[in-house]
């Protein structure tokens, strides 16, 4: 059983920057960070590989959003510039053994409580 804990998120005015923080009880090779809005699916954000230090990004935050991973903490971070209020979501961490970053939720077996990141314009 693997733990996801996060921290991070809150309320920022649009074209402000936030943090978000995942603590993994046991290392998975990848880790990624969704979101899900008020009565929409839940949506890629990012994802990280340990193994080769891969990345890769929805195009609606490529450029704005950057996440690191620190393989020594089992940690990744999301760290969120130039946020929009379309933005705002309830953002998971979730973890997956395997070598493909998906960017379908199913593909990841473990995920975190959720932290809300609010954008206001």
């Known amino acids: 059983q693997v733990q996801l804990v996060e921290s991070g998120g809150g309320l920022v005015q649009a074209g402000g920057s936030l943090r978000l923080s995942c603590a993994a009880s046991?290392?998975?090779?990848?880790m990624g960070w969704f979101r899900q809005a008020p009565g929409k699916e839940r949506e890629f954000v990012a994802a990280a590989r340990w193994s080769d230090s891969s990345t890769r990004y929805a195009d609606s935050v490529k450029g704005r959003f950057t996440i690191s991973r620190d393989n020594a903490k089992n940690t990744v971070t999301l760290q969120m510039n130039s946020l929009k209020p379309e933005d705002t979501a309830v953002y998971y961490c979730a973890a997956d053994p395997s070598w493909v970053m998906a960017v379908t939720p199913a593909a990841y077996d473990y995920w975190g409580q959720g932290a809300q990141v609010t954008v206001s314009s």
């Open positions: 046991q290392r998975r090779n990848i």
